[in-house]
């Protein structure tokens, strides 16, 4: 089992719609949750960063972590096609330190 | 100002051959780090750098990789005899490295590497 689980898709959405992108995991140490938005043939970028549980959001993006679960969410509102990308999840118990990512989620919003 | 930069974009070459893949950091970053990115999947960790320390190698798969930082700038991942499950996508990330704040990693574009 790897240590982080996130679902491939591809998710495809009309624009306008609420995305809903979700990680578990394993490891009880990590403490730190990031997502990072890959567009194709580039390098990953972060989009959002959580210390612990709780909620983050920054304009239409939030964050939601629930480590009695060991699950994270991201959400995306009013999706756009400029937000059609793979959407990795990234977690790590220190910092610095290593990354574990998800194998990403290919998400595409058609007009 | 300048973000990570990795060199060569691409480099094929042929099984058995040693290959030395660049990473270039953002300037004044103390952590460095590598993964290998496969088609469809996430970066997976290789090794980290605070300055010129290798913190956690971990993540190289086996005796051929190796990676140094010499000066706590510049780093190098060399791969020896390479095999063709070897090939993938390089990536290099730098970050602050403080410890207690934002440590977001900053990705380069990555060196494709293809052996035949």
């Known amino acids: 089992q790897k240590e982080v689980e996130q679902d491939p898709g591809p998710l495809s959405v009309p624009e306008g719609a609420i995305v809903s992108l979700n990680c578990t995991y394993s490891?009880?140490?990590?403490?730190?949750f990031m997502w990072y938005r890959q567009y194709s043939r580039k390098g990953p970028e972060l989009l959002m960063y959580t210390y612990s549980s709780g909620n983050k959001e920054d304009g239409r993006f939030t964050a939601q972590v629930d480590k009695s679960s060991k699950y994270i969410s991201l959400f995306i509102r009013d999706s756009q096609p400029s937000d059609s990308a793979t959407y990795l999840c990234?977690?790590?118990?220190?910092?610095?330190?290593?990354?574990?990512f998800g194998t990403g989620t290919r998400l595409q919003v058609f007009p | 100002g300048a973000g990570v930069s990795q060199s060569p974009r691409y480099k094929v070459t042929k099984r058995g051959q040693d290959v030395a893949l660049r990473c270039d950091p953002i300037?004044?970053?103390?952590?460095l780090y590598w993964y290998r990115q496969a088609l469809g999947q996430g970066p997976e960790f290789l090794t980290y750098f605070n300055y010129e320390a290798q913190q956690d190698k971990s993540g190289l798969p086996n005796d051929r990789f190796s990676a140094e930082r010499p000066e706590g700038s510049i780093s190098t991942l060399t791969i020896q005899r390479t095999e063709q499950r070897d090939s993938a996508m390089y990536r290099c990330?730098?970050?602050?490295?403080?410890?207690?704040?934002?440590?977001?990693?900053?990705f380069g574009p990555g060196t494709r590497l293809t052996v035949l």
């Open positions: 990234a977690m790590s118990d220190l910092q610095p330190d290593k990354l574990i």
């Open positions: 300037s004044g970053h103390v952590s």
């Open positions: 490891n009880s140490a990590f403490q730190y």
């Open positions: 990330a730098s970050s602050q490295g403080l410890a207690g704040v934002d440590n977001e990693q900053f």
